[in-house]
Nanobody
Framework: QVQLVESGGGLVQPGGSLRLSCAAS????????MGWYRQAPGKQRELVAL???????NYADSVKCRFTISRDNAKNTVYLQMNSLKPEDTAVYYC????????????WGKGTLVTVSS
C-alpha cells in the first residue's frame, strides 16, 4: 500500500516562494510518474506539474516559468518549488503517484493548503 504525505504549505505574500514536498512510502517510487495537482475553492482539481520516471516534466500554462517540479528517488520524494506566487495560486495542493507495475494505479495524498495573500 502506497502512502503519500505532502508538506510545506502555508501562508505567503504575493511574490513570495514556497517549496512543497511529497514523501512516498513503498519501493515503487522510482518507477512511478509523479504529479502535483491543486484545487481552489469552488473549482475542479487541475494539473499543476508532472515528472515522469525518466525525469521529463510538464507544466500547466499558468505556472510555467514560476514553478519547478523535481524528484529525489533516493528519498522517495517529489518537490514543487513555487516562485512569484500569486493570489490565484491559492489552493489545496495534492500529490499523485501513477504506477504501472501492477496495471495502471493512481495514489493520492491528502493535500496541503497554500494561501497567497497580503
Amino acid at each position: 500500500q502506497v502512502q503519500l504525505v505532502e508538506s510545506g504549505g502555508g501562508l505567503v505574500q504575493p511574490g513570495g516562494s514556497l517549496r512543497l514536498s511529497c514523501a512516498a512510502s513503498g519501493s515503487i517510487f522510482s518507477s512511478a510518474a509523479m504529479g502535483w495537482y491543486r484545487q481552489a475553492p469552488g473549482k475542479q482539481r487541475e494539473l499543476v506539474a508532472l515528472i515522469t520516471r525518466g525525469f521529463s516534466t510538464n507544466y500547466a500554462d499558468s505556472v510555467k516559468c514560476r514553478f519547478t517540479i523535481s524528484r529525489d528517488n533516493a528519498k522517495n520524494t517529489v518537490y514543487l518549488q513555487m516562485n512569484s506566487l500569486k493570489p490565484e495560486d491559492t489552493a489545496v495542493y495534492y500529490c499523485k503517484m501513477t504506477t504501472t507495475t501492477y496495471g495502471v494505479m493512481d495514489y493520492w495524498g491528502k493535500g496541503t493548503l497554500v494561501t497567497v495573500s497580503s
